[in-house]
């Protein structure tokens, strides 16, 4: 799963967005009752909606103007990844990282905290995030484990002696051979 994949998957599991399938494509909508929104002050001082409260990290950052309100989600956009090779095939595994913080004094994290723990089961686990000057029970850390499988490009039909090794395809095919 990448990360256009899973920004798609927490946006809709969380409130954020509705996606569509219609004639092959896919549609993204913005649901209004999102649980959380960016607001912004306009000239005459009056809280304007900027846009959902869902950041990926990334080179641009959210203006220092902008106010959260409600549930803030940031998804780190580089996961750590670790690969382990298989019979034929090699299996990724990528942890993509996730953060909770609600800015509401009204509605708690554990609601947003249950969606996201029955949606993914077993392959998502919950911290706390800690921080000295809060109350623990507004923010929540997740890291979510994704697998994927990748198939060598071997040939499946020829002989054990037929089959190239790793390092004969290499580049540095030269260095071994001296």
Same mark, same amino acid.
């Given at each position: ?16 967005? /509705?996606? /569509? ?13 999102? *649980?959380?929104?960016?607001?912004? %002050? @306009?000239?005459?001082? +009056?809280?304007?909606?900027?846009? *959902?409260? $869902? ?21 780190? +956009? ?6 382990? +090779? ?9 942890? !993509?990282?996730?953060?909770? %913080? %609600?800015?509401?004094?009204? =509605? ?6 249950? #969606? ?16 000295? /000057?809060? /109350? ?5 850390? $997740?890291?979510? =484990?994704?697998? @994927? !499988?990748? #198939?060598?490009? !071997? *040939? ?19 260095? !071994? @051979?001296?």
């Amino acid at each position: 799963m990448n990360l256009l994949q899973m920004r798609q998957v927490l946006e809709q599991v969380l409130g954020y967005a /509705d996606f /569509d399938y219609v004639n092959n494509v896919w549609t993204r909508t913005t649901r209004q009752d999102a *649980p959380g929104w960016y607001y912004q %002050q @306009d000239t005459d001082g +009056d809280l304007v909606k900027v846009c *959902p409260c $869902f950041y990926v990290i990334g080179k641009q950052r959210v203006p220092s103007n902008w106010q959260p309100v409600g549930l803030e989600v940031t998804l780190e +956009d580089t996961p750590r990844v670790s690969a382990f +090779d298989r019979i034929g095939m090699i299996e990724k595994w990528s942890f !993509y990282t996730v953060w909770l %913080q %609600q800015h509401d004094s009204t =509605k708690n994290i554990f609601n947003h905290e249950d #969606l996201i723990m029955r949606h993914f089961g077993s392959e998502a686990s919950s911290t706390k995030w800690r921080k000295d /000057d809060v /109350d623990l029970n507004d923010r929540r850390m $997740f890291t979510i =484990k994704t697998i @994927d !499988y990748e #198939l060598h490009n !071997y *040939p499946t039909t020829a002989k054990r002696e037929e089959v190239p090794s790793v390092v004969q395809n290499s580049p540095f095919t030269t260095f !071994y @051979d001296q």
